[in-house]
């Protein structure tokens, strides 16, 4: 079992920052990659960025170049560094964590999600 909780939504401005963090918590060791996915309303649920335990970090078009990725292991904390917002930007942003289980089971958990509006 892997809890995860987001913070530090919030409002901004368009062209402002903000950094989300996750804080996980549980069987640690056994995540294999983590990520930030957002759902604006009526939309589906999209993939923002990912990170492996290697290391390595992916993005989505729209937030390329914008958007930064990273995590502390010894804090078992993620983050998403928001820059040059926009007010398509504004969606519930959720943490993600793929775990590895028993006989190579892979579950997805989530974390509640945090709010981020970005006003024009």
């Known amino acids: 079992q892997v809890q995860l909780v987001e913070s530090g939504g919030g409002l901004v401005q368009a062209g402002g920052s903000l950094r989300l963090s996750c804080a996980a918590s549980?069987?640690?060791?056994?995540?294999?990659?983590m990520g930030w996915y957002r759902q604006a309303p009526g939309k589906q649920r999209e993939l923002v960025a990912s990170?492996?335990?290697?290391?390595?970090?992916s993005y989505a078009d729209p937030v390329k170049g914008r958007f930064t990725i990273s995590r502390e292991n010894h804090k078992n904390t993620m983050y998403l560094q928001m820059s040059s917002l926009k007010p398509e930007d504004t969606a519930v942003y959720y943490c993600?964590?793929?775990?590895?289980?028993?006989?190579?089971?892979?579950?997805?958990?989530w974390g509640q999600g945090t709010q981020v509006t970005v006003s024009s």
């Open positions: 993600h964590a793929l775990v590895l289980g028993g006989t190579s089971r892979k579950t997805d958990y």
């Open positions: 990170i492996i335990t290697g290391g390595t970090a």
């Open positions: 549980g069987s640690i060791s056994s995540i294999i990659g």
